[in-house]
C-alpha cells in the first residue's frame, strides 16, 4: 500500500514528487512513456514567465508568480541551466498600447516584480534589433529562459534518491476504489493499491480520470511548432521578445535558450490526435511570417531544427486543480498549459498541502538530500579539466564535438538515479546531439555506449520513445567466395 500514488512525470509529477520526497511518505510515480519529461515537458517555448497574462484571481495567475521563485531556486539549488533574461511584450501599433497597460496593470495585481511599459525607442534600446514599427513594450525582469526536461529531471532525480520510486513505461490502464478507502490501479506491471492519487498525466488527464469516472471537463489538444537555430543567431536578441497575446495564447515569440541558440515559435493549431507532433509547412510559414514582424534580422537559413509540441488545453479556462466529488483521494493537477512550467513548483507544493488537509501525515524527514551536481566538461575550468580526466579518462575522450560532450557525461547520464536508455535521452540529459548537425556525428557513437553500459545489442537500443529504432539488422554481409586458380 503506498500512500500516494502520482500518475505522469512530466515537470508537473515530477514537481509533485521532489516536494512529497521530503515527507516520511511512500510514493510511487507512474510513467506510460519509456522516460520522464517525454512530452509536453520536452517540447515548450522553455520559458520561466513573470506572471502578468493570467487572470488576477486565478490559481495561474498565484502559481505563475509563485512557481516562477521557486523554480529560480530550484535550478540554482539542482545545478538546472536557466539564465534570468527577462522578457519583453511589443505593441506594433498605438491601438495595441492598451493591451499593454492592461497587461502591466494585471502583473501589478499578481505580484509581478520590476514591470515597466517602455516606449518604442526605449525597447529598442535595450533590443536592437527589434523591428522600427515597434511603438511600445512590456518590459518584466524577472522573466527567464531554462533547460525545461533539466527541470524536471533534476526533481525527479532528487525524489529518487530520497525514496520515492519511479516505474517507466507503466500507463495506467485501470483505476478502481478499493473498499473503505483508497484505489487500486492497473498497469501492464501489475497492480498498485494507494491511499491517494495525483492525476498528473498532462495532454492526457482526462482520459486518465474517466479510468475512474465521468468527468465534465475534456482535453482539447493544441499543437505548436518551432524553429531551433543555430547558436550563431543566439545573440540575434538578449530576452524573451513575445507580441500583444491573443485567444490562442501568447503569440509568436523570440528567444535565446539557455543553451545559446535561437528558438522561434510557436503557432497554435487544434488537433484531434494528441500524438501528432509532425511539422506542416503552412504552421512554420506561419510563425516565421510573424517572428520576423518583431526581428526582421532573422536568419532563418541557419535553422537547425524544427520540432512541435502539444499544450494540455482544456475546455476550461484556469488550471483545474480540484479532487473528485465521488471519490475522496483522487486529485487531479489538469489542465496545465502555459504558464505550466513555470507553475510546476507552486502546484507541487499545493498539491502536497491539499493531502495534508485530507488527512495525509506530512512528517519532514531529517536527512532530506535536497542539491545535485552535473558534471559539464566543456564549461569547467582547465584545473578542473584536468582532474576530471584524472579520476576518470573517459572525460577526455569527446563524443559529441558540436557541443563538446564527453564519454564520462554520457555515462554519467546513463548511470544516474533516472538514467537514460536511448539516444535522446541521453542527448536531453547531457546535450550529446543538440548541436548544429544533430547527432550526425555522435549519434552511432552514443548507441555504442548505451547498449555496452545496459549489457544490450545494439539493434535493441531506441532512439526516444517505443517503436523508434535505429538499426533493425545488418545491411551488408562479408562473403567469403571460393576463387579457382584458373580464374
Known amino acids: 500500500m503506498y500512500d500516494v500514488v502520482i500518475i505522469g512525470c512530466g515537470v508537473v509529477g515530477a514537481a509533485t514528487a521532489y516536494r512529497l520526497a521530503r515527507y516520511r511518505l511512500r510514493t510511487l510515480v507512474l510513467e506510460a512513456n519509456n522516460d520522464v519529461a517525454n512530452a509536453t515537458t520536452k517540447a515548450n517555448s522553455a520559458i520561466l514567465h513573470a506572471g502578468y497574462d493570467p487572470e488576477p484571481g486565478t490559481k495561474m495567475a498565484a502559481l505563475n508568480v509563485e512557481g516562477n521563485r521557486m523554480a529560480l531556486d530550484i535550478c540554482r539549488k539542482l545545478d538546472v541551466p536557466v539564465r534570468q533574461t527577462g522578457s519583453m511584450v511589443l505593441a506594433f501599433a498605438p491601438e495595441q498600447l492598451p493591451h499593454l497597460q492592461m497587461l502591466y496593470d494585471r502583473g501589478v495585481a499578481n505580484g509581478v516584480p520590476g514591470l515597466e511599459l517602455l516606449s518604442g525607442d526605449a525597447a529598442r534600446a535595450l533590443e536592437p534589433n527589434l523591428s522600427e514599427k515597434v511603438c511600445g513594450a512590456l518590459l518584466a525582469p524577472s522573466a527567464a529562459v531554462v533547460d525545461p526536461w533539466g527541470l524536471a529531471l533534476a526533481m525527479i532525480e532528487v525524489a529518487v534518491q530520497n525514496g520515492v520510486e519511479l516505474r517507466r513505461s507503466a500507463p495506467v490502464t485501470g483505476i478502481r476504489p478499493k473498499e473503505g478507502g483508497g484505489f487500486v490501479l492497473a498497469t501492464p506491471k501489475g497492480e498498485v493499491e494507494t491511499r491517494f492519487v495525483i492525476n498528473a498525466a498532462g495532454v492526457d488527464a482526462d ?281
Open 207 to 487: 482520459r486518465v480520470h474517466r479510468l475512474l469516472e465521468p468527468i465534465p471537463w475534456q482535453t482539447r489538444p493544441n499543437r505548436g511548432e518551432y524553429y531551433l537555430l543555430d547558436k550563431s543567431e543566439g545573440g540575434r536578441v538578449s530576452r524573451v521578445i513575445f507580441q500583444c497575446p491573443g485567444p490562442e495564447g501568447k503569440g509568436v515569440l523570440v528567444a535565446p535558450t539557455v543553451h545559446g541558440n535561437l528558438i522561434v515559435g510557436p503557432n497554435a493549431e487544434p488537433v484531434t490526435d494528441r500524438r501528432d507532433l509532425g511539422n506542416t509547412a503552412a504552421g512554420l510559414a506561419f510563425v516565421k511570417a510573424r517572428a520576423v514582424q518583431s526581428v526582421p534580422s532573422i536568419r532563418f537559413g541557419e535553422n537547425i531544427r524544427n520540432f512541435s509540441g502539444i499544450r494540455a488545453n482544456t475546455d476550461q479556462s484556469d488550471f483545474i486543480i480540484q479532487w473528485s466529488e465521488n471519490h475522496p483521494g483522487f486529485l487531479d493537477l489538469a489542465g496545465i498549459k502555459s504558464p505550466g512550467l513555470t507553475s510546476a513548483p507552486a502546484i507541487g507544493k499545493l498539491a502536497a498541502d491539499m493531502l495534508g488537509e485530507a488527512g495525509l501525515p506530512l512528517t519532514q524527514k531529517p536527512d532530506f538530500i535536497d542539491e545535485r551536481h552535473v558534471v559539464r566538461f566543456r564549461h569547467a575550468s582547465p584545473a578542473e579539466k584536468a582532474a576530471l580526466i584524472a579520476k576518470d579518462p573517459r572525460y577526455g575522450r569527446v563524443i559529441c564535438r558540436c557541443e563538446t560532450i564527453t564519454e564520462g557525461e554520457i555515462l554519467d547520464a546513463i548511470h544516474s538515479p533516472v538514467g537514460a536508455t536511448t539516444v535522446n535521452g541521453v542527448k536531453r540529459r547531457c546535450n550529446a546531439g543538440m548541436g548544429r548537425c544533430q547527432g550526425g556525428f555522435c549519434g552511432p557513437r552514443v548507441q555504442a555506449i548505451l547498449a555496452r553500459e545496459l549489457g544490450v545489442s545494439p539493434t535493441e537500443i531506441l532512439m526516444d520513445q517505443a517503436g523508434s529504432w535505429v538499426l533493425y539488422g545488418e545491411t551488408k554481409q562479408s562473403v567469403t567466395e571460393e576463387v579457382s586458380p584458373h580464374d
